[in-house]
């Protein structure tokens, strides 16, 4: 069978649980395909064992040295950006899609969540949408001068 080349066409994956590393590569190649003229991904993951994910441009600061191995986390840096985000017990999903195909990244932002608000509707579940805190701008440790 012939796979479709239709750019608003959606692959869903699933993939259960991986290790951090593994997330992290899969997340990777995934938009990678997309940025090659594949078609747009949403998929979904669980972490396994427990990881500590910092985003593409957070320094590493305190998590220089990976934790105790008997705490049993891995510490991996995601291909987005953000803070350090522990992932345990949980479903995680990633997004991968042609840069502008649902407008900047304000409309991008509402129209994944909006989606993900809907499809968790549909299932009974209730869902409450917060807007994002804006920054501030200018200034130092959140002060605006």
Not at 2 to 25: F, H, K, V, Y
Not at 94 to 109: E, N
């Amino acid at each position: 069978m012939m796979e479709s080349t239709r750019r608003d066409e959606w692959r869903l994956i699933e993939t259960g649980p991986l290790c951090g590393a593994e997330n992290m590569a899969l997340d990777q190649a995934l938009l990678e395909s997309v940025q090659a003229g594949g078609r747009p991904v949403l998929r979904f993951y669980r972490w396994s064992p427990p990881c500590l994910s910092l985003g593409r441009n957070q320094p590493w600061g305190p998590w220089a040295a990976p934790p105790p191995a008997e705490y049993g986390v891995a510490v991996v840096r995601r291909p987005t950006g953000g803070g350090a985000v522990y992932h345990d017990r949980e479903l995680t999903y990633a997004v991968a899609i042609p840069i502008g195909m649902l407008g900047g990244p304000r409309a991008t932002y509402f129209a994944i969540h909006g989606g993900l608000g809907a499809g968790l509707r549909q299932l009974g579940v209730p869902v409450e949408t917060a807007l994002p805190s804006p920054r501030p701008r200018g200034g130092k440790g959140g002060r605006v001068e």
